[in-house]
């Protein structure tokens, strides 16, 4: 309650979060909102302008911009969030028993994400495409495992910080099971840090797929996505450049409230960064009022 409190307070940070949720909530809702089929092709209406039927006009097969735009929002937005899920799970997994047991069981597993981390994550992602083959089901499997490693060691890190404190240390003396500490103690301080993480990561995970699909390496026609509607619109981006403002703003929108909520996610799970942001606005009120 304290955390939605702090969060509340933060104007940008609430903006951020109704518009994330407004997104995702339209991407699932996408055939009920959509005005139009996003894959039914309309020669007639090729390059048309805006009207009261399309809102955003047609691209270069007549087809609804702004329909596939709100279809989009599944392989841009919510794509992102599963992938993001599994890695996440896979790797606070790991991290955990890697954190918490340490010994040669840390030692195994951070060598493996030693390897998977010393590749950038662009070249590992293009060499598992590469093997794999272009198509959606392929950029998923490689998102998933390039990305877990980081998120590992990172969740590593954060258990070993706390499994050192001495309530913890008095527990695994006291003879209370790993299982019980971990789910009882561990777990609920590092969730801040997997929150955080996890928020501040599906920004440049939604430019990466975004980006593969512009390449033609991410999901393929006819199916919607902005980084392939930015593609297709790239031939005419001097005669008709409207036809890339609209995913482009939508991937800015996007990017941008995801790392602004990551902010104030972070400053609302920090009592300290809570307590110098609150100093600070109030400071800032008071030299107004002088």
Not at 23 to 50: E, K, Q
Not at 110 to 137: H, K, N, Q, W
Not at 260 to 273: C, G, K, N, T
Request: overall charge positive; proline content about 3%; charged content about 15%.
């Amino acid at each position: 309650m304290n955390i939605w409190s702090n969060l509340r307070h933060d104007r940008i940070g609430m903006l951020s979060l109704v518009t994330v949720i407004a997104v995702i909530v339209i991407g699932i809702c996408a055939p009920i909102i959509a005005p139009h089929d996003p894959l039914t092709v309309n020669m007639s209406l090729r390059y048309n302008g805006s009207t009261w039927s399309y809102w955003l006009g047609n691209d270069q097969l007549g087809r609804c911009i702004l329909s596939r735009l709100i279809y989009g929002i599944r392989p841009s937005i919510l794509l992102v969030l599963w992938i993001l899920l599994i890695s996440i799970g896979i790797g606070t997994a790991l991290g955990f028993i890697a954190g918490y047991f340490k010994s040669k069981v840390d030692a195994w597993i951070m060598r493996i994400c030693d390897i998977m981390l010393s590749f950038p994550g662009y070249v590992m992602t293009l060499a598992i495409v590469g093997i794999l083959g272009v198509g959606l089901e392929n950029i998923v499997i490689a998102f998933i495992l390039t990305k877990w490693a980081w998120f590992a060691r990172v969740i590593r890190t954060s258990v070993m910080q706390y499994t050192e404190l001495d309530y913890i240390r008095f527990a695994k003396a006291s003879g209370i099971s790993n299982w019980h500490i971990i789910r009882r103690h561990v777990v609920p301080v590092t969730f801040a840090d997997l929150t955080v993480i996890a928020s501040s990561s599906i920004g440049s995970m939604i430019l990466q797929i975004s980006g593969f699909s512009f390449l033609g390496l991410g999901i393929q026609a006819p199916h919607a996505e902005w980084g392939m509607m930015l593609n297709e619109a790239r031939e005419v981006m001097f005669t008709r450049p409207e036809m890339m403002l609209a995913p482009g703003i939508a991937i800015i929108i996007m990017v941008s409230a995801f790392n602004f909520l990551a902010d104030a996610l972070q400053v609302a799970l920090d009592p300290r960064l809570h307590q110098s942001a609150s100093t600070y606005t109030s400071s800032k009120k008071w030299q107004v009022r002088i």
